[in-house]
């Protein structure tokens, strides 16, 4: 189990044309998972969730707050031994070409971390082909295949199978997929999704999911949780159905009513929300981050500012002063 | 359908096939692609990385670069004849001046040493505008109408500029000559959702105001599914299904549209649903030559399949080419036989 409290980060910009820059990238972020679990992370870009799987995966310093691993506060331990703990955490590049050496068959790319990982262990030379070939069935890739083959040779779909087989040679307990399917033909993602759900049920990996495509975080697994992020802060956060289905905050609802409707085969939700163009989004820090693009904002939003909670008996916890349900989803089209 | 506008030309691709040079000799990207734009509609042309999308669109302005030829076809613009027989100084002038374009990855395309407004300035001499400060006011125009401050983003720098701004400076760049024909490449790529939703909408909105004719090519079925009044869907080079968009998706015809629906992720329903199509999708070097390109990962393959070019049936309203659809259309006279033919267009 992993978990997160109070997270601050704000990354430093010299040298830009404005001069020093100081960029909140994330306000203060509770999270956590169980093993075996799945989070999905939804915003827009630069909201903070690469940061954030950066950090879970102890990859980028945080400011302030805590990070505990089955209990243990990272900050107790040594470099070292933080080091161990983090090593558990693998993360899934989103591009898997730039992932993968393109000079290395995928029999040399799985070598090396087996080979570390059997003098780690104690293992003998043998087991390292077994597992190569152990990890690639895992994964479903036919070793007979791929194992001779260069990256340019598979497809993308492949190629992201083969990503994910080297983040499991050091036997993780949580991988991180930072848009792991969006550069993937879509006649493909379907089942890196199934893999990811798979691993899961089969090994008890714990998944983080960062994707800009909601619709994907339900196949990783219907028990996962959605937290919605929106300029550093988590501003709503409960079981993926519900948060898909029933939203309450109204950038959950923005976000979902900008996906594109697959007329003839759904009819759009009818109250879907348009933000209104912030004219600059980064004016004020006070009161409700989002008032300054939500069509629903009261002079309440501007000078209070709203926490996570389940104000108005919501299943999900939101931080909005004026949590209510709207249908912005699409629904499958009654079929003539 | 929108009403068609006088000032939109219609667009008529005939048989086209585009081939590249490779190690292998030279393979078909595009292959016997037969397509009408017709006047004031948005086209959607949706395909996986690979089957030939941005081929296609570079040839609407015969645009395709060494090692890549135009083999044979047409692409017939109301107005203008056959842009495949243009050439030199009659072509240059053809771009941008009646057919607009965003080519793919266009907002890492702009000169990040010049302004946007100096770029601007550089079309307008390129192509011989005498009112240049008309010219930057229409630019400044069009840019107010898609949301931003015109005036600032003509005086910046690509990189003060934001992935959706720098889109809309492509889309401004394209119809700012005056284009009625459009051309986007992936206009939304690499953009969150809600930017991609504004975009989008622009796009309509721009499309209608203007009578344009206007073709958008895209690897995300939801895109067209948002804008396009007719939808093309192609596969390893060749169009597989055509129709009105909500028909197509609707009731998909080819088993290819179909697995393509089959596969995507949804925000409702039963998850269980979704399937993955089996296989992967075919490369250049992996294009069957003969017979279906989409039957090593099509379920309801027949023998014919195999080896028979699937016939190009016309259903009311809709183009299907499918072996199962046999018998119950009109089938095309022009069915194309693939790489013996046309070798007069060098
Ligand atoms: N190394 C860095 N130096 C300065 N600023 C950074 C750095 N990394 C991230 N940022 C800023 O922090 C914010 C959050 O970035 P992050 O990459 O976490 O966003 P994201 O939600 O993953 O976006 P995307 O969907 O585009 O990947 C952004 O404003 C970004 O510009
Ligand atoms: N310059 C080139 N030389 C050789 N082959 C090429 C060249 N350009 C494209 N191809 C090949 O032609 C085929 C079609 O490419 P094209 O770029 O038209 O596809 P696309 O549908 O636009 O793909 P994407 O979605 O990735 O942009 C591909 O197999 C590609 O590898
Ligand atoms: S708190 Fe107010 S401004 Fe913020 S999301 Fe809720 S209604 Fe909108
Ligand atoms: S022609 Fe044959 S292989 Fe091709 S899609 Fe139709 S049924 Fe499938
Ligand atoms: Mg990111
Ligand atoms: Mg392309």
């Known amino acids: 189990m992993i978990t997160g409290k109070g997270i601050t980060k704000t990354f430093r910009q010299r040298g830009s044309m404005l001069g020093a820059r100081e960029v909140p990238a994330l306000r203060g972020v509770d999270f956590s998972m169980e093993k075996g679990g799945a989070v999905s992370f939804i915003g827009e870009s630069g909201c903070g969730k690469t940061t954030l799987g950066r950090i879970l995966a102890g990859l980028e310093s945080y400011d302030s707050g805590e990070i505990a691993i089955d209990g243990v506060p990272m900050s107790s331990l040594s470099h070292r031994q933080r080091q161990s703990h983090f090593r558990r955490i693998q993360l899934i590049h989103q591009d898997p070409y730039s992932a993968l050496n393109p000079a290395r068959t995928i029999h040399q790319t799985l070598d090396a971390p087996l080979t570390l990982r059997a003098k780690q262990t104690g293992r003998s030379r043998s087991w390292i082909d077994e597992r190569a070939e152990e990890l690639l069935?895992?994964?479903?890739?036919?070793?007979?295949?791929?194992?001779?083959?260069?990256p340019h040779q598979l497809s993308g779909g492949m190629r992201q199978?083969?990503?994910?087989?080297?983040?499991?040679t050091v036997d993780p307990d949580m991988l991180v997929a930072d848009e792991?399917?969006?550069?993937?033909?879509?006649?493909?993602?379907?089942?890196?999704?199934?893999?990811?759900?798979?691993?899961?049920?089969?090994?008890?990996?714990?998944?983080?999911?960062?994707?800009?495509?909601?619709?994907?975080?339900?196949?990783?697994g219907l028990d996962g949780e959605l937290y919605v992020i929106y300029r550093g802060q988590v501003v709503e956060r409960g079981p993926v159905e519900t948060v898909i289905a029933d939203p309450v905050h109204p950038y959950t609802q923005s976000l979902l009513s900008a996906i594109p409707v697959l007329h003839g085969l759904e009819v759009p939700g009818a109250e879907r929300v348009t933000p209104t163009e912030a004219i600059d989004p980064n004016r004020?820090?006070?009161g409700c981050l989002f008032a300054p693009r939500c069509p629903f904002r009261t002079d309440r939003c501007e000078a209070e500012t709203p926490v996570l909670g389940h104000?108005?008996?919501?299943?999900?916890e939101h931080a909005c002063f004026h949590p209510r349900r709207r249908s912005v989803v699409a629904t499958p089209a009654v079929q003539a | 359908m929108p009403v068609t506008d006088k000032r939109a030309p219609g667009v008529r691709i005939s048989d086209l096939s585009v081939v590249y040079r490779t190690g292998a000799g030279e393979l078909p990207a595009v292959r016997g692609v037969d397509l009408e734009l017709v006047p004031g509609t948005i086209t959607g042309v949706v395909g996986e990385s690979g089957s030939g999308k941005s081929t296609l669109a570079l040839s609407m302005l015969n645009?395709?670069?060494?090692?890549?030829?135009?083999?044979?076809?047409?692409?017939?613009?109301?107005?203008?004849?056959?842009?495949?027989?243009?050439?030199?100084?009659?072509?240059?002038?053809?771009?941008?001046?009646?057919?607009?374009y965003v080519f793919q990855a266009a907002q890492n395309s702009l000169n990040p040493l010049k302004t946007i407004g100096k770029q601007l300035l550089d079309l307008g001499r390129?192509?011989?505008?005498?009112?240049?400060?008309?010219?930057?006011?229409?630019?400044?125009?069009?840019?107010?109408?898609?949301?931003?401050?015109?005036?600032?983003?003509?005086?910046?720098?690509?990189?003060?500029?934001?992935?959706?701004?720098?889109?809309?400076?492509?889309?401004?760049?394209?119809?700012?000559?005056?284009?009625?024909?459009?051309?986007?490449?992936?206009?939304?790529?690499?953009?969150?959702?809600?930017?991609?939703?504004?975009?989008?909408?622009?796009?309509?909105?721009v499309h209608e105001e203007r009578g344009l004719t206007t073709l958008v090519i895209t690897h995300d079925l939801g895109v067209v599914a948002?804008?396009?009044?007719?939808?093309?869907?192609?596969?390893?080079?060749?169009?597989?299904?055509?129709?009105?968009?909500?028909?197509?998706?609707?009731?998909?015809?080819?088993?290819?549209?179909?697995?393509?629906?089959?596969?995507?992720?949804?925000?409702?329903?039963?998850?269980?649903?979704?399937?993955?199509?089996?296989?992967?999708?075919?490369?250049?070097?992996?294009?069957?030559?003969?017979?279906?390109?989409?039957r090593e990962r099509c379920d309801v393959r027949m023998d014919v399949c195999e080896t028979g070019e699937p016939p190009v049936l016309t259903i009311g309203p809709r183009i299907v080419a499918c072996h199962t659809a046999a018998g119950e259309g009109e089938q095309k006279e022009t069915v194309t036989t693939g790489p013996t033919r046309g070798e007069e267009q060098a």
């Open chain 1, 311 to 316: 104000d108005g008996g919501t299943v999900q």
């Open chain 1, 137 to 150: 069935g895992l994964v479903g890739l036919d070793p007979g295949y791929v194992l001779s083959r260069y």
């Open chain 1, 284 to 286: 004020k820090d006070t």
């Open chain 1, 180 to 220: 792991a399917t969006s550069m993937i033909d879509v006649s493909l993602r379907l089942g890196i999704l199934a893999l990811l759900k798979d691993l899961r049920d089969r090994l008890g990996v714990s998944v983080l999911f960062i994707t800009h495509d909601v619709a994907t975080a339900r196949y990783i």
């Open chain 2, 226 to 294: 948002e804008i396009a009044d007719r939808l093309a869907v192609m596969y390893g080079g060749r169009l597989v299904e055509q129709g009105p968009t909500r028909e197509v998706l609707g009731a998909p015809r080819h088993p290819y549209t179909r697995g393509l629906l089959q596969a995507i992720p949804r925000l409702v329903g039963d998850i269980d649903e979704a399937r993955a199509l089996p296989g992967r999708p075919p490369t250049l070097g992996t294009i069957p030559p003969d017979g279906c390109v989409f």
């Open chain 2, 126 to 205: 390129s192509h011989e505008v005498d009112d240049l400060p008309g010219l930057v006011k229409e630019a400044r125009s069009l840019l107010d109408r898609m949301g931003l401050d015109g005036a600032r983003v003509l005086d910046s720098y690509q990189h003060e500029l934001s992935g959706g701004m720098r889109q809309r400076v492509g889309i401004m760049l394209a119809l700012v000559l005056n284009a009625h024909v459009v051309v986007l490449d992936e206009p939304t790529t690499a953009l969150d959702m809600i930017t991609q939703a504004t975009i989008l909408r622009i796009i309509r909105e």
């Open chain 1, 161 to 168: 199978r083969v990503v994910i087989a080297r983040a499991l």
């Open chain 2, 63 to 100: 645009a395709v670069q060494p090692p890549g030829r135009i083999r044979s076809g047409s692409v017939d613009i109301d107005g203008l004849g056959d842009v495949v027989t243009l050439g030199g100084e009659d072509l240059r002038k053809t771009r941008g001046r009646h057919v607009g």
